[in-house]
């Protein structure tokens, strides 16, 4: 018992390093570039020793892929929470899509030099974590798409959905409404932003029947 307990103390350590790393990482690389930021200041930043990157990760191409995973994870996981939460109390899956919006942007609000960062690298093609990324943001994506066949299935949306691409503008969507709201109207609350995408859904999505 008492070894599984370090060994749980000694994951949990781990974790919280490489959270900070991360964050670390996110922040530095949104100000000045990949190129342009070095193990030293990830470590620096993160407040601890360099050769902790290399211990957690083999380099720092590494930790940016794993960045991505890890961010894009959480996203994944708020949009499915939303429509779970939505399906368990009776909701439309109009009403699990609006949900969706919402945990978008409470993430993009939460976290937005990741998002700055992931919007930024799905318009590259020569990093070598291309493969990586395509898959995390199809992950996102399929989320979104379930809940449109299912919608299709029970007759609450048209059968002439294109359910991938629609899918995908609807993340698209919410990634750059949220993105323009952080740098252009700050001014603006969540729920304004919310409430603006939500009748945007309505007319759009739920008037396709």
């Keep these: 018992m008492e070894s599984s307990s370090a060994a749980s103390g000694g ?22 570039g990949f190129s342009a930021t070095t193990v030293d200041e990830i470590a620096e930043r993160a407040g601890v020793a360099k050769g902790t990157v290399y211990y957690n990760f083999a380099s720092k191409s590494v930790l940016f ?21 939505t399906a368990q109390e ?14 978008g942007l409470v993430f993009i609000d939460r976290y937005p030099a990741f998002t700055q960062l992931y919007v930024a690298e799905l318009w590259r093609t020569n990093r070598a974590w291309q493969s990586t990324l395509m898959v995390v943001r199809q992950q996102a994506v399929a989320v979104v798409e379930d809940v449109l066949r299912a919608g299709v299935a029970g007759g609450e949306f048209s059968d002439e959905i294109d359910v991938p691409l629609t899918a995908a ?41």
């Design 11 to 32: 994951s949990t350590r781990r974790e919280a390093t490489r959270q900070k790393l991360y964050e670390a990482a996110v922040t530095l690389i949104a100000e000045q």
């Design 65 to 85: 892929e794993e960045l991505l995973r890890h961010g894009v994870g959480l996203l994944t996981a708020s949009l499915r929470e939303a429509a779970e939460r």
């Design 90 to 103: 009776g909701g439309t899956k109009v009403d699990a899509l609006d949900a969706m919006i919402r945990a």
């Design 169 to 209: 503008a609807l993340v698209g969507m919410v990634l750059v409404a949220a993105l323009d709201w952080k740098s252009f109207q700050p001014e603006r609350s969540l729920d304004d932003v919310h409430a603006a995408l939500s009748r945007l859904l309505q007319g759009r999505v739920s008037g396709c029947r």
